[in-house]
């Protein structure tokens, strides 16, 4: 199993053109940058910006289940796919925050 390093960015961006909803406007993307570093120095990034106007968990949702968290992984490259559906089975219920883990994850392994 290999141990990893997690990081993560917070970036807001504002929107040149507000997205009108039938909730409201959004005005501006906050989110963050997601990095795992493995113990040979490749790094893999994912991006987790939130939308809970669409059922998403909330940014801060995401940032409070991410902060302490630590990752030691074990990814089956035969049959990858099922191996990360279990890897993030812990994350159903913030899809924001594991589509960035799993972006994360994929691009490590690309590396």
Known sequence: MNKLELTYHPYKLKLSIPFETSKGKISERKGFVVSIKSQSGNIGIGDVSPLPEFGSETYEQAEERIAPMKIAMRVGIEDIKHS???????????????????????????N
């Open 84 to 110: 990360l559906k279990n890897l993030l089975s812990d994350f159903n219920s913030h899809p924001a925050l594991k589509h960035g883990l799993e972006q994360a994850i994929i691009n490590l392994l690309c």
